[in-house]
């Protein structure tokens, strides 16, 4: 019954509409594919292939309904020097060692490294991902394109995009816009830049093909380095998606079916010709404003971006590049967090700062993956600064006994603190006390922070009692201790 239900849910429900937005996204899906076929140096029938085969599959297999995977600018970027200096064969064994890799990352349960990304660095790879969209439109917009006509049409399919909604919600607004403006190029014929421009379609049907390259371990090391490269930047770009579409849709994903499913999908896509690829903001956005919520909308994208290059690729060359440069204008203004700006002036500096930094070093590098890496990293040190604010330190002196407090969280960005707290070579005390009832150790750093302290008070000829440690941190005292487990005779016990 559950499998029944979720059959109806996912392919099913609101057909019309699941099928509209698919066609939508296909039409913005070519211009795309061909631009990172091209930017990999590789023939556009690569990305479109990849794009068809990996929308549909992911379709069935993937952890996140609606979201739309395909050939990627992130993916595409990282195997320039592969199929410069190697082939564009090589670059399908890649694709398919890729697939491997991220179903290994799968099993290994990688996904959950999702929950070490912090808000702040979601915020950023969004914004840094619809400033990308903007940027990526601007060649259609300046130099040779630089025309009345261009800037015209791209006006009027944005008048068309956000006026048609308040007149009707019966077809997709960016659909309309496009048949609009692809009526009023062809009929007219105004000179202005299509997609047949950016490159041939192809006419034939993707079909099985076997890498030519030769099975031997020079290759695998030939491929692997890119492989690995292109499966933690497409499942990070996937799961950073993914986790987007999940707050626009109020509903959750599988994010390890997820993983999975992007390494089925580029394993299959390797054999028919197709280059790496993987979730696709720009186009899930497209989606989802168009209506698509299902795997539907996902599976009609990648069979309609076939019907359309083969069946009907004359007349879908023919579509001004304009209309579509207006469609993803509009993604790029309906993907930028605008709230960003108004939460900056009420959100913790360093939250700030780490959606800061992210956005910067996508945009500076085009990479995902340092922009996001900066970003988590910057989360990490700014957390751990945070932690280290809390730990306190109090003493007491009585008599000959010098009493420390110890409370709060001890671990490597705190450890410096109980040492320069400490007191050494104090004349007429004869017994020193640490007292750790309200602290929790965590790491080597913590233990042997504590060896140190120890070592150097009993060499003064002091003696020492390390009273209150709970169980876990007297567990990793006694474990790690550097020297022959010297806390065993100081009295420590549990609480």
């Not at 039409?27 to 549909?56: N, Q, T």
């Not at 670059?91 to 702040?120: E, K, N």
């Not at 609009?180 to 192809?202: N, Q």
């Not at 604010?389 to 603190?417: K, N, P």
């Amino acid at each position: 019954m559950a499998i029944h239900s979720d059959f109806k849910r996912d392919w099913l429900s609101n057909p019309k509409t699941e099928f509209l937005a698919g066609l939508v996204v296909a039409l913005a899906l070519i211009p795309e594919a061909i631009g990172f076929a091209i930017i990999a140096g590789v023939d556009p029938r690569v990305g479109l292939y990849a794009s068809f085969s990996i929308a549909v599959i992911i379709a069935m297999v993937g952890g996140r309904p609606g979201m739309i995977s395909a050939a990627t600018a992130a993916v595409a970027v990282l195997v320039v020097p592969l199929v410069r200096d190697h082939g564009v064969e090589y670059l399908f064994a890649a694709t398919i060692l890729m697939g491997v890799f991220q179903g290994i990352a799968a099993l290994l349960r990688l996904d959950l490294l999702m929950r070490f990304v912090s808000r702040s660095v979601i915020t950023g790879f969004v914004n840094a991902l619809a400033i990308l969209i903007f940027m990526a439109q601007l060649p259609q917009l300046t130099g040779e394109a630089f025309t009345m006509q261009t800037y015209a049409m791209v006006a009027a399919g944005l008048a068309i995009i956000y006026g048609l909604p308040k007149l009707t919600s019966l077809v997709p607004s960016p659909l309309a816009a496009i048949i609009v403006l692809a009526g009023v190029s062809i009929y007219f014929k105004v000179d202005v830049s299509t997609v047949g421009d950016m490159g041939e379609l192809p006419d034939s049907l993707p079909w099985l093909h076997i890498p030519q390259v030769p099975l031997t371990w020079e290759t695998l090391q030939i491929i692997a380095p890119f492989s690995l490269a292109m499966a933690a930047v497409g499942l990070l770009e996937s799961l950073l998606t993914a986790s987007i579409v999940d707050d626009m849709t109020e509903t959750r994903s599988d994010k390890r079916r997820e993983t999975y499913g992007q390494g089925i999908a580029n394993f299959i896509t390797g054999w028919i010709g197709g280059m790496g690829g993987c979730a696709m903001i720009g186009q899930s956005v497209i989606n989802i404003k168009s209506g698509g919520r299902r795997r539907l909308s996902t599976f009609v994208a990648g069979v309609m971006l076939l019907v359309l290059i083969v069946g009907l690729g004359p007349l879908v060359a023919q579509i001004p590049m304009p209309a579509l440069v207006a469609v993803m204008i509009f993604v790029s203004v309906s993907t930028f967090r605008w709230k960003s700006f108004v939460e900056a002036a009420h959100h913790p500096w360093p939250s700030n700062v780490v959606m800061l930094a992210t956005v910067v070093m996508v945009v500076a590098t085009h990479d995902l993956s340092i922009g996001v890496l900066t970003g988590v990293l910057l989360s990490g040190i700014f957390f751990a600064w945070k932690v280290r604010q809390l730990v306190t330190i109090q003493d007491f002196i009585e008599v000959t006994t010098h009493r420390y407090v110890f409370a709060g969280q001890i671990f490597f960005g705190s450890v410096d603190m109980l040492y320069e707290a400490m007191e050494f070579n104090e004349e007429g005390i004869d017994t020193v006390i640490i007292d750790v009832h309200d602290a929790h150790f965590w790491d080597i750093s913590a233990t042997g922070m504590l060896d140190k302290i120890v070592d150097r008070l009993k060499g003064e000829g002091k003696k020492v009692e390390v009273i209150g440690l709970n169980q876990a941190s007297a567990t990793l005292v006694e474990k790690y201790s550097e020297n022959d487990r010297p806390f065993e005779s100081l009295g420590v016990i549990g609480h």
